[in-house]
Structures are given as C-alpha cells and as structure tokens.
C-alpha cells in the first residue's frame, strides 16, 4: 500500500488549502454504521498529528432505532485545531450524512449554521420512489437553511472493494476527510490497522483499501480543501475518552477490584480495564446488582484490598444504603459516578451534572463524604489516583463525578509517567499497637487509624450502627454525637489543606461564572471570547465539591453579580409561576448559596447536550446587557 | 511449646498457648433467654478452639436481625453490615483475601427475603465459606412479622389473622442452583448434630450452606415446641460420606434415612419431606464444583514493577 499512498501524497502537495485555524466535523449515521469509530480515528489521527482534539459522541437512545430516523441519529463530533481544545464548540462546519433523515435532529439542535457543508450519500436519490421524494424533499429545505450541499455515491465507491457497503462506509469516509482536512495518511493507515487489529489480515487489507479509495476520490472529486497547522508538541501524548483515562487511573492508583454493573455511561470504563487490569494486579468483578458491586468493594476494601466501584446515577440510588455504611463504618472506597440524565432512567447516553447533591445528601442521616469532579480527560485520569490516596488517608468514600461528555470525549494529554508512590501503600499487616482502638478518634481532626483481618490485636466487628471507638454498639448517649463530630471533622481537616480556586480573568468585575466538571472548557471558552469583546466577566472552576474549596465567599464579594453554569435542571425567573421564593436552582448554585450565603444566579439546561461556548455567549449578553457575538 | 494435635499424627509447634472457647467469646449475647442463638454462638466457639482458628484471621460476616448480632459475640473479626446484604460483603473479603476464614450468619429474613438475589448468586460464586442460616421463621428483631419462610397461617404483627403464602424451603431452593455444592440441615437443640454439621461444613472446599432450624421461645414458641418435644418430628440423614454421628447420638434419633449426600435428584426429594418432618443432615455436598475465589485470587501479589510495566505497555495503545 505504501505506492500508492505515496502517488496520491505527491497529488495531493498540488491542490490549494486554506489555512483554518480550526474545524468542527461531525459524521452522522444510523446506528451499526460505524460513525463514532470514524470520528474517534480522525481525531486520534489528529491528535497525532499534533492538533488539539476535542470528540462528542451523539448517540441515541435505543441500540437499533428505526434506520433513516430522526431519533435514530448515531455520529460523532469531532472539533480539531491548532490550539489546545476544550470543549465542542458551536457550529459545526462540515457533516457527513450517510442519510439525510438522521440530520433533523442535529438541525433541532441548532448543531449547523448557513455554510455548513453537508456530505449526504446520494444512493437515496435513487432509492424507492417514497424514499426518493423524501431525500429530494430534505435536499431543497437544507438548502433554504443555506447549507453547502455535496451529494456524494459513498455506496457505489465502496462496493468497488466491499460486499456490504454498511461495514466499509465509515473508512471510505474517513479517507475522505483525511484528503479534506490534510491528514497524513500514513498515520491514518496505522491507525486503521490498530482498530482492526484483533481482524484477520484480509478485513485490514479491504479497509486500508476503502481508506486510500476514500482519500483519492475526495482528492479528484471535491473543490474544498483546508489545512490545519499544528504545533510540534513537546514530550510524549496519549489520547483517549474519559472512561479510558478512568481505567488508567484504576489500574495507576493500585486498585486490586474493580465490583461493578453494567450501566450506561459506565461501563466502557470496565471494558478499557479487562483489556489489562488482572496483569496490573486487579481484578473485575461484575456483581449481580448494583447494591452487591457496591457490598463486594466494601467487603474487599474492609479486608485491606484497594476497590472501586464504577457506575452512573441510577446505580448510586441503589448504592446509597452501603454508601451511608461506608462513611458511618470509615471504609475507603473509590466510587466513579459516570452521570447521565435523569431523574430515573433518564437519559442513559446523555449528559448531565445531576447528581452533585444527591452524592452530598442521598443517605440515611448525615454522611459527610468526599466529592471529587474532574473536568478535563487528564484529569479523570489523575483524579482517581488522588481518590484512591485521600479514601485512605481519610478512612472515606471519595467520588468522582464524571459525566457522559468526559466519558466519551476523546482529548490528548500529556502522557503520564506512572509513579509507585501512586498506587495505595501495602496494608500494614503487622501487630496492632496494645490499647489503640478501631476508632481511636483524633479530637481534632477525627482521623484514626484502621486494623485489617490479619492483623493480630486489632480485632473488631465493624458495625452500621452508631458505635462506639471500640466499635461496639453504643449504649452511652453521648457517643452518637461524639462519633457524628469525628466523622465531620474529617473534611474540615481536609478542607485546610486545599488552594483557593484561581479565577480565569480579572479578579474582580460585573459577573463572575462558577462551574464544575466537564463544562469548563466551554465556559473558558465564552468568557474568553466575552472578555475580547470588552465584557467584565470571569470564570473560576470548582473541582473539590466536598469538602468545597476555601475563599469563595471574598472571591464572590468582588463581583456585582455571580452564577453558576450547569447541565442539571433549575427554574427561571420570567415563567408565570416562578418567583424568588419559589424558584429551585441548580445543583452547584444551591450548594453554593447555603455554603456562602451570597445571592448566586444560575444558568442551566438539560437538553442531553454539552454546553457550547455560543449557548453560554447568549446568556452573557442578556445579562450583562452587551452585544457579544457577531 | 510443641504440642500434639488431637488426631495424634501431627506435632507442630505453637508460639502462644492452645485457643479455648472463651477465647473467642466476646461481649455476653444479648439475644432473649432460650433463644436458639446461644447454643449455635457455643457451638461456633468450640469449632474454632477445635480447628485453632486464628481469631484475626478469622471474620464472622452479617446483616442485619437477631441472628447478624452474632458478629459482636466473638472475639475476631467481625462486619455487621447491611439488611440481606451479608454475603456480597463476605464474597468481597473472600475473593482478594483466601487466607481469611470467612462465616456468613444470615437469618431467614436476611437471606430469603432481603437478600434472597445476593443469596442465589453467593451460591454460584461458590466461595469457600461457611454459611450459617439461623431459621426461626420469624422476624424477632422487630417483634414478629411474617417471615419468608414462616408456616403458611402464622399470626404475626403483619397477618393478624395467619399468613397467606406458602414458605420457601431454603434447602430446596439452594438445591435448585447452578453449582451449588453443600447443603445441610441442622436444628439448635441436638448439640451433637449441630457440631458435626459445622464442622463438615468448615472442612468443605466451597461455600457450605447449612440452615439451622432455630428456636424463637419468644415469638414462635407454639411453632417450635413440638418439634424439640416431639421425637419423631426430626428425620436424620444418614450416610459414611454425610454428617457421621457416634452411635449413641444416633440412637437418639427414632427416625434414621439412609441418603448418598453425592445424589442430588434424592437430594431434592429429601428436601421435600419438610412438609411432614424436619428432616436433617447432608444433602448434597460435590467438592469439585468451580470456586470463584480461585479466579480472585489468582493474580495476587504481582510486583509494582511489573504492575507499571503492564499499565505502560497498555498506555502504549493510546500513545501518539
């Protein structure tokens, strides 16, 4: 393949490209056609090559929805440029529809802007007459909305090396893209031969085929052509979506089980971990319900074994009561939240930050725990191996909130050099020290220390209910309040050792924006472009939730006004019913108000999407009253 | 210290002295006087002084009733836990942690009501465990509702005028799993059958499942009286392979039914006489069935090195 690659490098140098700073693609199929493992390799390629990469999987709700559907809409985004890229972005600027009934609902999503280019498979033209009248029909109204139209025979160049056009569609059009958008094609070729990997030799050799077929018919066929200039980035780069770098992080942090359910978003979080954690010295154990994966990782962790449960908010519903045990008995535990929409079953693909306060709260009683959000894939990486040390040390669950975005989302990031001091230190196993006991309780910070089955001396019966520091239920009234105190203190202790949040932009101005989680590239993003236009505003990110960070309270004294941005539900002022005092605000904004007693707005929505800079943008010019976007 | 084991065949040396009973007596039991607990928790103690169980090595596992209190009456490692949600908790501490002697006490609501799913597949996973099931058929704790596995007719708190389902027959429905490989029957008053019975259970390979027809003398007095009077109300099981009793313990038995423990369709047919006897003894034991514990603990104790090299040379597939 190696001749061939090299003729068509050699036409391409003769082609013009525009130079673009950045591009945002999406290719959108029904489910089965391999949309998302096509946008994953155009980034990863990107990402290669050195550009920022940011991917968002649009996924439906059901596995097979009715093919050529609105509903049934499965792709991928891919957003790539010269900088670093944190977020989605706006608009997209090219999409390429393996039918065009799937981009209603894209459209509905506001996802394309007059100049968008559609790539639409024209095979449909072609069609049964109902389906022809409906493809013409789609063409003439996408062209009212001033879409760019390119109708492409992806079909009829496919079936030129594959039998089934379905299972070749998505390489042809990733060669494609590669002509479009400069990508090396050498690279491109690895990185096809690393998905197919586990294929055999023939099935590699007819998708390197569609690629290079792809890449030569864009290359005679097609007028626009774009290069993006990359960096040469310093040091190695690994490139992978949330759920991967979690897995990393489980396997970096020393953890030896991984109990879990198989739930959406989650659970691709323990596919990357079977691949690789028992020679990392773990295991998986794939319980027979949520309460059991959550009962099986207590039992280990009790036993003096690191464990983590992974799962998404229906499964911390089910999880609570031994979540509740777990922080009144003090066992380390690591558990990932993958959020999703809800409340209930919600939206299972999609995404959402609802669960801050139902981790905070949802327990019997008053279970101070610790809460964690990472808002970057580095940072789903590393934050594990921080849960893992603070669980220890802090004789608690600790979560991680994560959500479907950074689940899916696929974003390169300094390779991490893996340390031994990351993993959990070996479990003290000799002697207890005569007179220690299970809960000796320091008074000031509520710290103890823990004895481990094995361990001789230190035998105790662990017990849910209040106890005394001997573990013995308690029959001395003053012990509950005394044991509750201890419990607490633990995060205050904790909440001396962390930093202020630093803010992004001026110290001080007319607005400041407050979020967490994945939403913060995306607010960065608005205020960057708010501030360009001469707006006060600035941002700051909140990673710790509980305990919640320090200094919040003089930071939003300098501010005239002060909201949370969020993807979870909340009222707004305007709709007939809602007033002041019966407005429910969102999640962050809620907390925060109770935490600070300052007077916090909040801007959030729940449409299933990550925020986009522009969506942010037009909420900053109805507050601030400004003209922000061109 | 060199002492000799009670077989006689061994001579190992101690670094302490011989564990007795009160060795692994805790805190004084607070179930109700006549309770069928105490002679189970006695029974518990003389198995452990008799197999020398290290205590810290040793973790009595529970949920939540009467009979999960047990964890606090022995001096080793203990979990109360959560209502049906002792064996997950146990399967946990077993499966990364084969050194442990792990005991399930679980009571007829815990384990068939609550925890009935846990119950099923802790069966399956087939960890070596014993599992003590105190059946009183009755919920004590919070003073007398139905229980799953209470006669059909019960009055209790919650069916004043007598329960309308039909019991689950604990022995029966484990029968009924994939891979299950020991099930016995025992009652708290035969002293003799109730310690053979925890000791066959301690030296099997697998999970042990042994359901102990237990004594509420506060709420379920008319349930069990007859049966402890009534000689001819129990139906021992008898076979060289099964729970071997001296010949005088037998003889104490009217009723004596020969079952190969290794025959699991008469197994299931035993199960069946409940309705017109209590019938006791080994029902079935296979000590070939598949552990998973064996999967648990097969990649303990790879080096960190070696560990970061796997993590490393998986990152590899991501590196660009």
Same mark, same amino acid.
């Given at each position: 393949?190696?001749?061939?690659?090299?003729?068509?490098?050699?036409?391409?140098?003769?082609?013009?490209?525009?130079?673009?700073?950045?591009?945002?693609?999406?290719? %959108?199929?029904?489910?089965?056609?391999?949309?998302?493992?096509?946008?994953?390799?155009?980034?990863?390629?990107?990402?290669?090559?050195?550009?920022?990469?940011?991917?968002?999987?649009?996924?439906?709700?059901?596995?097979?929805?009715?093919?050529?559907?609105?509903?049934?809409?499965?792709?991928?985004?891919?957003?790539?440029?010269?900088?670093?890229?944190?977020?989605?972005?706006?608009?997209?600027?090219?999409?390429?529809?393996?039918?065009?009934?799937?981009?209603?609902?894209?459209?509905?999503?506001?996802?394309?802007?007059?100049?968008?280019?559609?790539?639409?498979?024209?095979?449909?033209?072609?069609?049964?007459?109902?389906?022809?009248?409906?493809?013409?029909?789609?063409?003439?109204?996408?062209?009212?909305?001033?879409?760019?139209?390119?109708?492409?025979?992806?079909?009829?160049?496919?079936?030129?090396?594959?039998?089934?056009?379905?299972?070749?569609?998505?390489?042809?059009?990733?060669?494609?893209?590669?002509?479009?958008?400069?990508?090396?094609?050498?690279?491109?070729?690895?990185?096809?031969?690393?998905?197919?990997?586990?294929?055999?030799?023939?099935?590699?050799?007819?998708?390197?085929?569609?690629?290079?077929?792809?890449?030569?018919?864009?290359?005679?066929?097609?007028?626009?052509?774009?290069?993006?200039?990359?960096?040469?980035?310093?040091?190695?780069?690994?490139?992978?979506?949330?759920?991967?770098? %979690?897995?990393?992080?489980?396997?970096?942090?020393?953890?030896?089980?991984?109990?879990?359910?198989?739930?959406?978003?989650?659970?691709?979080?323990?596919?990357?971990?079977?691949?690789?954690?028992?020679?990392?010295? $773990?295991?998986?154990?794939?319980?027979?319900?949520?309460?059991?994966?959550?009962?099986?990782?207590?039992?280990?962790?009790?036993?003096?074994?690191?464990?983590?449960?992974?799962?998404?908010?229906?499964?911390?519903?089910?999880?609570?009561?031994?979540?509740?045990?777990?922080?009144?008995?003090?066992?380390?535990?690591?558990?990932?939240?993958?959020?999703?929409?809800?409340?209930?079953?919600?939206?299972?693909?999609?995404?959402?930050?609802?669960?801050?306060?139902?981790?905070?709260?949802?327990?019997?009683?008053?279970?101070?725990?610790?809460?964690?959000?990472?808002?970057?894939?580095?940072?789903?990486?590393?934050?594990?191996?921080?849960?893992?040390?603070?669980?220890?040390?802090?004789?608690?669950?600790?979560?991680?909130?994560?959500?479907?975005?950074?689940?899916?989302?696929?974003?390169?990031?300094?390779?991490?050099?893996?340390?031994?001091?990351?993993?959990? +230190?070996?479990?003290?196993?000799?002697?207890?020290?005569?007179?220690?006991?299970? /809960?000796?309780?320091?008074?000031?910070?509520?710290?103890?220390?823990?004895?481990?089955?094995?361990?001789?001396? $230190?035998?105790?019966?662990?017990?849910?209910?209040?106890?005394?520091?001997?573990?013995?239920?308690?029959?001395?009234?003053?012990?509950?309040?005394?044991?509750?105190?201890?419990?607490?203190?633990?995060?205050?202790?904790?909440?001396?050792?962390?930093?202020?949040?630093?803010?992004?932009?001026?110290?001080?101005?007319?607005?400041?924006? %407050?979020?967490?989680?994945?939403?913060?590239?995306?607010?960065?993003?608005?205020?960057?472009?708010?501030?360009?236009?001469?707006?006060?505003?600035?941002?700051?990110?909140?990673?710790?939730?509980?305990?919640?960070?320090?200094?919040?309270?003089?930071?939003?004294?300098?501010?005239?006004?002060?909201?949370?941005?969020?993807?979870?539900?909340? +009222?707004?002022?305007?709709?007939?019913?809602?007033?002041?005092?019966?407005?429910? /605000?969102?999640?962050?904004?809620?907390?925060?108000?109770?935490?600070?007693?300052?007077?916090?707005?909040?801007?959030?929505?729940?449409?299933?999407?990550?925020?986009?800079?522009?969506?942010?943008?037009?909420?900053?010019?109805?507050?601030?009253?400004?003209?922000?976007?061109? | 210290?060199?002492?000799?084991?009670?077989?006689?065949?061994?001579?190992?040396?101690?670094?302490?002295?011989?564990?007795?009973?009160?060795?692994?007596?805790?805190?004084?039991?607070?179930?109700?006087?006549?309770?069928?607990?105490?002679?189970?928790?006695?029974?518990?103690?003389?198995?452990?002084?008799?197999?020398?169980?290290?205590?810290?090595?040793?973790?009595?596992?529970?949920?939540?009733?009467?009979?999960?209190?047990?964890?606090?009456?022995?001096?080793?490692?203990?979990?109360?836990?959560?209502?049906?949600?002792?064996?997950?908790?146990?399967?946990? %501490?077993?499966?990364?942690?084969?050194?442990?002697?792990?005991?399930?006490?679980?009571?007829?609501?815990?384990?068939?009501?609550?925890?009935?799913?846990?119950?099923?597949?802790?069966?399956?996973?087939?960890?070596?465990?014993?599992?003590?099931?105190?059946?009183?058929?009755?919920?004590?704790?919070?003073?007398?509702?139905?229980?799953?596995?209470?006669?059909?007719?019960?009055?209790?708190?919650?069916?004043?005028?007598?329960?309308?389902?039909?019991?689950?027959?604990?022995?029966?429905?484990?029968?009924?799993?994939?891979?299950?490989?020991?099930?016995?029957?025992?009652?708290?008053?035969?002293?003799?059958?109730?310690?053979?019975?925890?000791?066959?259970?301690?030296?099997?390979?697998?999970?042990?499942?042994?359901?102990?027809?237990?004594?509420?003398?506060?709420?379920?007095?008319?349930?069990?009286?007859?049966?402890?009077?009534?000689?001819?109300?129990?139906?021992?099981?008898?076979?060289?392979?099964?729970?071997?009793?001296?010949?005088?313990?037998?003889?104490?038995?009217?009723?004596?039914?020969?079952?190969?423990?290794?025959?699991?369709?008469?197994?299931?047919?035993?199960?069946?006489?409940?309705?017109?006897?209590?019938?006791? $003894?080994?029902?079935?034991?296979?000590?070939?069935?598949?552990?998973?514990?064996?999967?648990?603990?097969?990649?303990?104790?790879?080096?960190?090195?070696?560990?970061?090299?796997?993590?490393?040379?998986?990152?590899?597939?991501?590196?660009?």
């Amino acid at each position: 393949m190696s001749t061939s690659s090299e003729t068509i490098n050699s036409a391409t140098s003769t082609i013009k490209r525009d130079k673009i700073k950045e591009a945002v693609i999406e290719i %959108v199929s029904d489910s089965g056609e391999g949309a998302q493992k096509c946008g994953q390799s155009l980034g990863t390629i990107s990402a290669k090559m050195g550009n920022g990469v940011w991917t968002v999987e649009i996924i439906p709700a059901e596995i097979r929805p009715p093919a050529r559907s609105k509903a049934g809409a499965s792709g991928i985004r891919v957003r790539m440029g010269s900088n670093k890229i944190t977020n989605m972005g706006d608009h997209a600027d090219m999409v390429v529809a393996l039918n065009e009934q799937v981009l209603y609902g894209r459209i509905d999503q506001n996802a394309y802007k007059p100049g968008t280019y559609l790539l639409i498979e024209n095979k449909w033209a072609t069609h049964t007459e109902e389906t022809k009248v409906a493809y013409e029909q789609s063409l003439l109204k996408f062209k009212e909305l001033g879409y760019i139209i390119h109708e492409i025979p992806m079909e009829k160049e496919c079936l030129k090396y594959v039998s089934d056009a379905r299972k070749g569609k998505n390489m042809w059009v990733l060669g494609l893209l590669c002509n479009v958008y400069d990508r090396d094609l050498t690279i491109a070729a690895e990185q096809v031969k690393s998905i197919f990997s586990k294929k055999s030799d023939e099935v590699i050799q007819s998708n390197l085929d569609l690629l290079h077929a792809g890449y030569k018919w864009a290359n005679e066929n097609l007028s626009m052509h774009f290069t993006i200039p990359s960096k040469p980035s310093e040091g190695e780069y690994v490139v992978m979506n949330g759920n991967e770098a %979690v897995s990393l992080g489980v396997m970096a942090a020393g953890i030896e089980l991984c109990s879990m359910y198989p739930i959406t978003p989650a659970t691709s979080a323990s596919h990357a971990l079977a691949e690789t954690i028992e020679s990392a010295g $773990g295991i998986i154990h794939q319980a027979e319900d949520e309460i059991a994966a959550i009962g099986f990782a207590i039992g280990a962790s009790y036993a003096g074994k690191t464990a983590v449960t992974i799962t998404s908010g229906p499964g911390i519903a089910l999880k609570t009561e031994f979540i509740g045990l777990a922080v009144m008995a003090e066992i380390p535990l690591v558990i990932i939240d993958v959020q999703r929409g809800g409340p209930s079953t919600g939206l299972p693909t999609k995404v959402e930050q609802g669960d801050l306060l139902s981790v905070l709260y949802g327990a019997a009683g008053d279970a101070p725990k610790i809460i964690l959000a990472p808002a970057t894939i580095e940072e789903c990486f590393h934050y594990v191996i921080l849960a893992r040390k603070l669980a220890e040390s802090f004789r608690s669950p600790v979560f991680v909130l994560t959500n479907a975005n950074l689940a899916t989302g696929v974003q390169p990031f300094p390779r991490p050099n893996i340390k031994s001091a990351w993993f959990s +230190d070996p479990i003290d196993q000799s002697k207890w020290k005569e007179g220690v006991k299970a /809960y000796d309780w320091d008074p000031q910070t509520g710290l103890s220390k823990r004895p481990i089955p094995g361990q001789k001396g $230190g035998m105790y019966t662990l017990t849910g209910l209040a106890h005394d520091e001997e573990s013995h239920v308690a029959y001395d009234p003053a012990i509950n309040q005394r044991a509750a105190e201890s419990r607490s203190r633990k995060l205050a202790a904790l909440k001396q050792t962390l930093k202020e949040p630093i803010i992004n932009g001026d110290q001080s101005g007319d607005l400041l924006l %407050v979020g967490w989680g994945s939403t913060k590239g995306a607010i960065e993003e608005a205020v960057e472009r708010a501030r360009e236009k001469g707006a006060k505003v600035s941002s700051l990110h909140i990673h710790f939730m509980s305990p919640m960070e320090p200094g919040l309270k003089p930071i939003f004294d300098k501010f005239k006004k002060v909201m949370t941005v969020e993807i979870n539900y909340s +009222d707004t002022i305007g709709n007939p019913l809602i007033t002041k005092e019966n407005r429910r /605000y969102a999640q962050l904004a809620w907390y925060l108000r109770a935490e600070t007693l300052t007077d916090i707005d909040c801007f959030s929505n729940v449409y299933g999407q990550p925020l986009s800079p522009i969506k942010i943008l037009q909420m900053l010019e109805k507050t601030l009253d400004l003209n922000l976007i061109e | 210290m060199i002492t000799l084991k009670p077989d006689f065949c061994d001579i190992e040396p101690l670094d302490g002295h011989l564990l007795s009973t009160d060795d692994y007596a805790s805190s004084e039991a607070r179930w109700c006087s006549g309770c069928g607990a105490h002679t189970i928790l006695h029974s518990v103690q003389k198995l452990c002084s008799d197999e020398q169980l290290p205590p810290e090595k040793t973790v009595f596992v529970s949920g939540i009733g009467c009979s999960s209190r047990f964890p606090h009456y022995m001096k080793t490692y203990g979990f109360h836990g959560l209502h049906g949600r002792a064996f997950p908790v146990a399967s946990g %501490v077993k499966f990364r942690r084969p050194d442990l002697n792990v005991f399930v006490i679980t009571g007829d609501g815990d384990c068939c009501s609550i925890g009935a799913g846990h119950w099923v597949h802790a069966i399956r996973y087939n960890m070596k465990m014993v599992v003590l099931l105190f059946d009183n058929s009755i919920y004590g704790l919070t003073k007398k509702q139905t229980s799953p596995t209470s006669p059909i007719g019960t009055v209790s708190n919650t069916h004043p005028t007598g329960s309308v389902l039909p019991p689950i027959n604990p022995i029966q429905a484990t029968l009924g799993l994939p891979n299950v490989s020991f099930v016995a029957q025992t009652v708290d008053w035969k002293l003799a059958h109730l310690e053979a019975t925890l000791k066959k259970a301690f030296d099997h390979p697998g999970l042990a499942f042994v359901r102990i027809v237990q004594r509420c003398p506060v709420w379920m007095r008319d349930t069990y009286e007859p049966t402890v009077k009534d000689p001819n109300a129990i139906t021992v099981l008898h076979h060289d392979e099964g729970i071997v009793l001296g010949e005088d313990a037998l003889k104490k038995f009217r009723h004596v039914k020969d079952h190969d423990p290794a025959d699991i369709v008469k197994a299931r047919e035993v199960a069946e006489l409940v309705k017109t006897t209590t019938p006791i $003894g080994l029902f079935y034991q296979n000590k070939n069935a598949s552990r998973y514990d064996e999967y648990g603990a097969h990649n303990l104790g790879i080096s960190v090195e070696d560990r970061i090299d796997a993590i490393n040379s998986h990152m590899d597939k991501y590196a660009i």
